[in-house]
């Protein structure tokens, strides 16, 4: 864990201030492993338990709850995973820096939205709209972020930002299928 900052607080200030939660990260204050274990994992855990929960209250057999619980853990975390490391390799083509571990807690910190809203999802009737706000402002941190972390030119952010969260998206639908 970084001496400036506890895990809790970086939670709290990817929400409320996004660029210095991106610029702490930036500084190799966090170790990506860390990060991933004491931030990333628990978050993962939340949301596959939310979606698990929104999932319950539809299911007719609960028996396919629990594999519901581990397919959404398991892509969500393969996207965490295996996303970053793609993305990192198609850095240089927008004039972004190939940092792969920067690249790694750049991906978690957007996400966190996204996880923290899937989570949530599970006191929200099925039909609300509450991981696509979730997602929407992954995509918004992510852009705010790409700058900042690796040093992603202005004009280059959005084709960048847009790649990278198909990237994304594609990585946790293909380990759905």
Excluded: C
């Excluded at 900052?5 to 190799?28: H, T």
């Excluded at 240089?92 to 690249?103: C, D, V």
């Excluded at 084709?159 to 759905?176: D, E, H, Q, Y």
Aim: proline content about 7%.
């Amino acid at each position: 864990m970084s001496g400036q900052i506890s895990y809790l607080k970086l939670f709290i200030r990817v929400f409320s201030e996004p660029a210095l939660a991106f610029e702490e990260v930036a500084k190799d204050a966090w170790q990506a492993r860390r990060l991933f274990v004491f931030y990333g994992a628990p978050l993962l855990v939340l949301a596959a338990l939310g979606r698990m929960q929104s999932l319950a209250g539809w299911q007719e057999d609960s028996r396919l709850v629990f594999p519901a619980f581990l397919i959404q853990l398991v892509s969500t975390t393969a996207a965490l995973l295996l996303g970053p490391s793609l993305i990192g390799r198609l850095a240089p083509r927008f004039q972004s820096e190939k940092r792969l571990p920067e690249t790694f807690k750049m991906v978690l910190l957007a996400y966190t939205p996204f996880l923290a809203l899937q989570a949530l999802s599970a006191l929200f009737p099925p039909e609300w709209p509450i991981s696509l706000l979730g997602l929407m402002y992954t995509v918004f941190l992510f852009g705010r972020a790409a700058p900042i972390v690796l040093g992603t030119p202005g004009p280059r952010v959005l084709g960048f930002t847009l790649v990278s969260f198909f990237i994304l998206l594609g990585t946790a639908w293909l380990v759905n299928v």
